[in-house]
């Protein structure tokens, strides 16, 4: 039997990804979902980058 993977919950993140990039602040994103990242379009602004790790959002920060 195939075991259920928890539900991922946003709880309002969307909404301070929404301020956050109205207001000019990069967005690190980190997905370490497993599988395909679905893509909304927010995803593709330049202000947001997606990591599959904490790690790679740190080297991510470094950058910013």
């Known amino acids: 039997q ?3 993977q928890p539900q991922e919950q946003q ?3 969307l909404i301070e990804t929404g ?3 109205s207001e000019g602040i990069p967005v ?3 997905y370490e979902g497993y599988t395909p990242l679905p ?3 927010w995803t593709k602004h330049p ?3 997606v990591v599959r790790s904490l790690d790679a959002a740190f080297e ?3 950058g910013v």
């Open 2 to 4: 195939q075991q259920e």
């Open 11 to 13: 709880q309002g993140g």
């Open 19 to 21: 301020v956050a990039i």
């Open 28 to 30: 690190i994103v980190v």
């Open 39 to 41: 893509e909304p379009s």
């Open 47 to 49: 202000l947001v980058t």
């Open 60 to 62: 991510a920060a470094k």
